[in-house]
């Protein structure tokens, strides 16, 4: 470790210009930006641009998809990677390889997978060869409300891997002689695993629902490749409106729309970070 | 850096029960992947009769599931490879955003890492505050004022747009010094007996140390300058010829079905090789991302 060296400044130079540029004071020159009403004057209007976003049927109706979205993959993500974790564990070194796999579709690049993505939901794809057997009728999965089930789906598909890596690393820190202490105490499958094994993993559990959470805002790419830029409205996403007004130009909108979304994210933050203290008294 | 507990190698049954599941959902998770390699390798006229047939309405038809071509061919190949050169000009364009971010990250990436992990300065705390606070927001908010600043600067529309943001992600700025926090103090402290100064440190002792997790981190990153898509919709609205393969794909498959399984085959093999080289890397690196 280093003591006060002035060198240090020198080393963060380019790392520290670079996130101020392109991060930080594009950040707070943005809030200024929102607040006027970007015609050639450059008047002060105060909160009329975010009042005007407010307000836009589009914006609130890609918001509400942006967080319904979020919330139907977070949560999804994090019960299966919860279980594929712990079964990972109870192949012990086994497990390796297929870890590995679920991890494999984490580096596909989504439009890739489309096309094949779209045979299999078909009219007549194998997804509906599956519905018809289990005796249910055949579902149009590409149009309306049921787009949003591939396109959650890809995104579990894609992303479950992640969460798997982190529940696996956290179900085998637990030190092994917990369990072992507590099978002689008598503590069956049940007993122990709600009182060892979810105590010891509750600060990672929390950890890895606010990261997939937070992720899953990206659900765009998926959304945008089958959709296009205007998909049906079950799942147009905020993104999409951004793209869209960033198109006709009107740059005052984009600017109010991301605070008011930040605003919500900032929420999930503070949650993360709450994740930290909880874990500190453990380590 | 796996800690795996290293116990009886003998499976319980409910330990053979999940290997089955497992097996199962490997099974199913890879088909996707290896179907996209299969139909690749269909000649022209059985790929776009197949695809022809999707979309239809009739609840009498179903889509047939092909497991081998009538004549395995690489036709469509050499259509990318040689006749055309749409696909591969945006192959290209791909590799030419990726080797650019990386370089770029490459450089920055481990000294602001270093910095923040191996000195006591007043502020160190805040910055690294900062650059959580920045990994957490997700594109939708960092665009909008983020576009404002490369028109102030110049760069929209052109690939700087979309490279230089890029260099200096917070994300692996992050990982890399989670990962240096964690090394062991003698580490330096041997060398600064010896003389050896902050520059020389980072050279000689930490780089050579950091080789996995850079590794780790560049596969990562690799992955997400492959598939990335958002950034250059928006930066680069106006130039479609100086977009990448991951926003332009989607409309050439429409054009030409024929190329499209061998096109998608082909975008996936380099990150499949990547990742093939780099998997345990890349597990180690995730295990990082955890807030410690």
């Known amino acids: 470790m280093f003591h006060r060296k002035k060198i240090v400044w020198l080393l963060l130079l380019p790392g520290l210009a670079g996130l101020i540029a392109f991060y930080v004071a594009p950040l707070i020159g943005g809030v200024y930006f929102s607040l006027m009403d970007g015609t050639f004057a450059n008047n002060f209007v105060g909160l009329a641009n975010y009042e005007r976003v407010s307000q836009n049927p589009m914006f609130q109706l890609g918001l509400k998809n942006t967080w319904e979205l979020s919330l139907l993959c977070a949560p999804a993500i994090w019960l299966l990677a919860f279980v594929l974790a712990a079964m990972l564990k109870m192949l012990k070194q086994r497990s390796v390889p297929f870890r590995n796999v679920l991890l494999l579709p984490y580096l596909m690049p989504t439009s890739a997978m489309l096309l094949i993505w779209t045979l299999m939901f078909d009219y007549g794809g194998v997804i509906n060869r599956l519905v018809v057997q289990l005796g249910y009728e055949r579902v149009l999965w590409l149009e309306e409300a049921a787009l949003r089930v591939p396109i959650v789906l890809m995104y579990i598909w894609k992303n479950v891997g992640f969460s798997v890596v982190l529940f696996a690393s956290a179900l085998e820190a637990v030190h092994p002689s917990l369990y072992e202490y507590a099978s002689l105490e008598g503590a069956g499958w049940w007993r122990q695993a709600f009182r060892i094994t979810l105590p010891q993993i509750l600060p990672t559990a929390f950890l890895v629902f606010v990261l997939a959470w937070v992720n899953a805002f990206k659900i765009f790419k998926e959304a945008y490749f089958i959709g296009g830029d205007y998909p049906t409205p079950q799942i147009y996403t905020l993104q999409h409106f951004m793209n869209n007004k960033f198109a006709k130009l009107e740059y005052q909108d984009v600017t109010a729309a991301a605070y008011l979304f930040a605003i919500g994210v900032m929420v999930l933050f503070a949650l993360m970070y709450m994740s930290k203290a909880v874990r500190s008294p453990n380590t | ?292």
């Open chain 2, 1 to 292: 850096m796996s800690r795996r507990i290293r116990r009886s190698g003998r499976l319980s049954f409910s330990g053979w029960v999940a290997m089955l599941i497992l097996t199962a959902l490997c099974a199913l998770i890879l088909l996707p992947i290896v179907f996209t390699f299969l139909y690749s390798f269909f000649p022209k006229g059985e790929i776009e009769s197949y695809l022809s047939q999707r979309g239809s309405y009739d609840a009498e038809k179903w889509l047939d599931v092909l497991y081998s071509p009538a004549v395995f061919s690489l036709r469509q190949y050499y259509k990318i490879f040689i006749e055309d050169p749409t696909y591969l000009r945006l192959f290209c364009n791909s590799a030419m955003y990726a080797g650019a971010i990386l370089l770029g990250q490459g450089i920055i990436v481990p000294l602001t890492a270093y910095a923040l992990s191996r000195f006591t300065f007043r502020g160190r705390d805040l910055i690294f505050f900062c650059i959580l606070v920045l990994m957490i927001l997700p594109f939708q908010v960092t665009m909008a004022p983020s576009v404002m600043m490369l028109r102030w600067m110049g760069l929209m529309d052109s690939v700087w747009a979309v490279i230089l943001p890029m260099c200096f992600s917070p994300f692996y700025i992050f990982l890399l010094r989670q990962f240096m926090v964690s090394l062991p103090s003698e580490l330096l402290e041997a060398g600064m007996v010896d003389g050896v100064g902050a520059v020389r440190g980072y050279i000689h002792v930490i780089l050579p140390v950091c080789k996995p997790i850079i590794g780790a981190a560049a596969a990562l990153s690799f992955a997400d300058c492959w598939n990335m898509v958002e950034q250059p919709l928006v930066y680069l609205a106006n130039r479609p010829n100086l977009r990448p393969l991951s926003v332009m794909f989607n409309q050439i498959s429409t054009e030409g079905a024929d190329v499209a399984f061998a096109g998608s085959a082909l975008y996936i093999l380099p990150t499949l090789l990547i990742y093939l080289y780099f998997q345990e890397d890349i597990v180690a690196g995730i295990q990082l991302s955890e807030l410690k």
